[in-house]
């Protein structure tokens, strides 16, 4: 049997005993050993609860029970969970987490501490929620050496592009809408800001490179700009409008990271990657593209995850699973030089002044007025910013993924 | 080190050697220990290739050979392959292998044998190619009860229909075409006739039920009888045909699997996965749907695929990683009793029986002379077959995924 603690019984932890619960017979067959919820660690009661009796205040009463291997970190935040899984990495208790916040920031330190505990820390669920990419990396991508990857990796603003794109609406309408219907926070500025893809496309970074991206050096552009004339363009250029976040090892061994809107094009695999939904792109050296496509978020899908640890800790007591997460940072490549193409909207005035400066434009012909809309060649975001402070109005400049 | 002897210096075997040599930093790394290459078996001689002094014809020389501790299986065919497989396992050297005959043929036996002598019988590569999908079905998804897998598993067949749709070409043409550039064999059979999906489906269904799902047993269609005025339809609908390999656990625990080609929807995330490329639906109980999605084939993405059973074995050298696929065969449910919607080609003078037998229907209109085409509701395939033969002449019938 392996003793099981949760800590924090919101809509993950939960999710986590009722997964546990639901999916027994598999779960155990699949652990060789029978999980069983010694603790849930909460600041509330739950009278009522099946596991009301389960629930403790303490986590000296987990932290000291010998008989508890695995822990589930689902309270999310930075404090108390970081020291709380340092404890119990320290005690030799493996920690399964879904807090992307606290894998992002204290991801390497937990990892070596695991290994030094001969235990493990594991974080499926802090990425792509019950989308299997943390294993897939470092289990199953083994023979490649990972050179790129591209993901849709926050639900909620691929939720409100996607309204966007089928609706016609703008912005902060569809975002009311989504706040109504809870797949907004009422305060959105970590999701629509891009943060929350920065943070997991800095894991997944991280695994690639095997080294620390920290999450802070990424450049990092939310969809709060995009409005609905940008999709009347997209749907004459036949893309979409997706927030991206990719990272990529260059050939002569630079590495960049971002996290922006981007137009695709409907040939695509991202393209029709809609609503809560998120995707990531992986590219090998030897396999080519990958994706691994599923539920970004929600109670299950991410709880079903956090199990899926469990049931590796379980299978793994004594021993810790193969992770490359160095404390080294990354030297990540100035933004400037990376290239794109640019689309990019302008008055109808200065139509002459954008092919003068721009040079080779092809124009995007739309239904949207007193505007001119050209798509650049590929240039470095540098010349791109000298070239449109040069022509003095750009409504608005999206970067092309091709 | 780990001593490895390939079997089979054919192309996947080959693309064995070649990936290991090419990425062996990034490989002895997460091998935990340095990969080398001590045996090639096969009958040529190879003057002149770098690995030319590794090849020998005795498979004896390796299996006596206590150092060689993992097999690289890239034989094809069940014989001898199955007769070296056994022995390899049976003196506790772990086998890796893209036999996917071989697998669906003696997956149980080999595995039991693998855990009997403490090493592992690997077999990523002998579904999905590169895509990883065994490893996520075996280490990812197990907090979930799987219940419907669904996937486009082979490339000849999804290459023929992709330019089928794209060009408007019919079956034949395209057929010669792929055969001129290598896509399809000179005797396409196995891949036209759906046997390469079936196999492949079998063995990802064995691992869904932990059971064995015989490959003979389930109900398989190629796609000789698709035609450009197919496609014309298809297009009127906003669907594509593609040929797919699915199996279901039901609600009353009946099974089934089937493959055959079915009209999707533009919405269906299979919809764009075109040309060679593969994929695979996992639809599991608390996560829902998810997609892995890649190259299916090919020299190298394969031989990825089994360098990563390598790397796996290296990391588990004498320990059995679990696995669930039992001897015991599913009883699958007759295929009669299946229901789906069916989009049904008829003669244009059968208008009205056609209304009459089948009922509530939805024409379909496209630019086919003399023929009236329609969409029935979902039926099982007794019905639909009798309501056929009442009709007369069906010219052809695909299936609807919706």
């Known amino acids: 049997m392996i003793n099981v603690a949760v800590l924090g019984y919101g809509t993950v932890g939960s999710g986590v005993v009722e997964v546990i619960e639901k999916n027994k017979e598999e779960i155990n067959k699949k652990s060789g050993e029978k999980l069983n919820i010694k603790y849930i660690l909460d600041l509330r009661d739950f009278p009522g609860d099946p596991y009301e009796n389960k629930v403790v205040h303490d986590v000296e009463i987990i932290m000291n029970d010998p008989e508890v ?46 290994k030094e505990h001969k235990c493990n820390y594991l974080f499926e669920a802090s990425v792509g929620g019950g989308i299997p990419i943390i294993r897939p990396i470092n289990y199953s991508l083994t023979a490649e050496k990972i050179d790129g990857i591209t993901g849709i990796l926050n639900g909620t603003t691929n939720y409100i ?13 569809v975002l009311k809408e989504a706040q109504e219907k809870g797949y907004a926070e009422r ?3 970590a999701d629509v800001e891009g943060h ?3 943070r997991k496309i800095a894991i997944l970074s991280s695994l690639m490179t095997g080294k620390n ?15 609905a004339a940008d999709f009347v363009y997209a749907r004459a250029l036949e893309r979409s409008i997706k927030l991206l976040a990719m990272s990529r090892e260059c050939e002569d061994g630079s590495f960049y990271a971002m996290v922006a809107p981007f137009m695709i094009p409907v040939s695509h695999p991202l393209y029709s990657v809609s609503g809560v939904f998120n995707a990531v792109f992986v590219h090998g050296n030897m396999l080519g593209d990958s994706m691994y496509y599923g539920r970004g978020a929600g109670k299950l899908p991410t709880a079903s995850a956090v199990v899926s640890d469990v049931v590796d800790c379980a ?13 080294e940072d990354v030297k990540q490549a100035n933004v400037e030089h990376i290239k794109h193409r640019f689309f990019v909207r302008t008055k109808a005035a200065l139509e002459k002044e954008a092919v003068d400066i721009f040079g080779l434009i092809r124009v995007v012909v739309a239904d ?3 505007e001119y809309a050209f798509i650049t060649e590929e240039m470095s975001e540098r010349e791109f910013k000298e070239k449109a402070q040069k022509l003095g109005c750009v ?3 999206i970067r092309l993924e091709s």
Request: glycine fraction near 8%; hydrophobic fraction near 35%.
């Open 315 to 327: 299978r793994h007591i004594g021993k810790t699973i193969m992770c490359f997460w160095d404390d």
């Open 196 to 198: 929350d893809a920065c």
């Open 395 to 397: 409504i608005n400049r």
């Open 187 to 189: 305060n959105p500025e």
């Open 213 to 227: 991206v920290k999450y802070e050096d990424i450049y990092t552009e939310g969809i709060t700009k995009i409005t």
């Open 368 to 370: 949207v007025k007193d």
């Open 69 to 114: 291997q695995v822990i589930c970190e689902t309270m999310g935040g930075i404090h108390p969970a970081y020291e709380f899984s340092k404890r119990a990495l320290l005690m030799g208790k493996s920690v399964c987490t879904s807090n992307k916040e606290l894998v992002a920031n204290h991801g390497p330190e937990l990892i070596r501490l695991a």
């Open 161 to 173: 592009l996607s309204k966007m794109a089928a609706e016609g609406a703008g912005f902060e309408e």
